[in-house]
């Protein structure tokens, strides 16, 4: 997950989420939050945190099953 602001760096989104050149498999997703709406953000990072709980940093999800997800 990628949290983005109003930055310039967030204006190429195919860039970031294909490779440097737009193209190729995709790596990753961007979500930009509606700009009416920015308790949007703070929603995402809260859930990002409980996703660190679960899994922290390092440990990989290979090990996770379906109900640990779930």
């Not at 440097?20 to 498999?25: E, I, L, M, Q, V």
């Not at 899994?55 to 640990?68: H, N, R, V, Y």
Request: hydrophobic share 25%; proline share 7%.
């Amino acid at each position: 997950m990628i949290l983005t602001d109003n930055g310039s760096e967030f204006s190429n989104p195919k860039c970031i989420e294909n490779g440097p050149d737009g193209k190729g498999f995709q790596r990753t997703r961007i979500y930009y939050c509606n700009p009416s709406a920015p308790y949007q953000k703070a929603e995402t990072e809260v859930g990002h945190e409980f996703i660190w709980r679960v899994a922290p940093k390092g440990k990989s999800f290979d090990e996770l099953t379906q109900a640990d997800i779930d």
